[in-house]
């Protein structure tokens, strides 16, 4: 049974910074490829970064570009998302997830077939 587990969100005045970090377990890690996702209050959920199984690729949001950093380290299972510079507008829930074909680079949505919980990120201005 895949497992995705989400840490680190936290409240954060704005410009400063938090780091998320995902572990998954129940797949060879270091054949998916990975993403956070954030979702707002009324508001669609969207991909913020997504890193391929191989770490070869990456794709960002337009918005957290030079901001934040996707990351993983497949000898530990983990994902992680470095958020610098924080807005008062990247408030949401955050979402680790999993793509469900290995070695397959895709940032669709649909295509990332095992999620977290969520770790809630707060802002404040």
């Known amino acids: 049974q895949v497992q995705v587990v989400e840490s680190g969100g936290g409240l954060v005045q704005a410009g400063g910074s938090l780091r998320l970090s995902c572990t998954v377990s129940?797949?060879?890690?270091?054949?998916?490829?990975m993403g956070w996702f954030r979702q707002a209050p009324g508001q669609e959920r969207e991909l913020v970064a997504a890193?391929?199984?191989?770490?070869?690729?990456?794709r960002y949001l337009e918005s957290v570009k030079g901001r934040f950093t996707i990351s993983r380290e497949n000898a530990k299972n983990t994902l992680t998302l470095q958020m610098d510079s924080l807005r008062p507008e990247d408030t949401a829930m955050y979402y680790c997830?999993?793509?469900?074909?290995?070695?397959?680079?895709?940032?669709?949505?649909?295509?990332?077939?095992?999620w977290g919980q969520g770790t809630q990120v707060t802002v404040s201005s």
């Open positions: 997830a999993v793509v469900g074909q290995m070695r397959a680079w895709t940032v669709q949505q649909l295509d990332y077939t095992y």
């Open positions: 129940g797949l060879t890690f270091e054949r998916y490829t």
């Open positions: 890193i391929s199984w191989n770490a070869r690729y990456e």
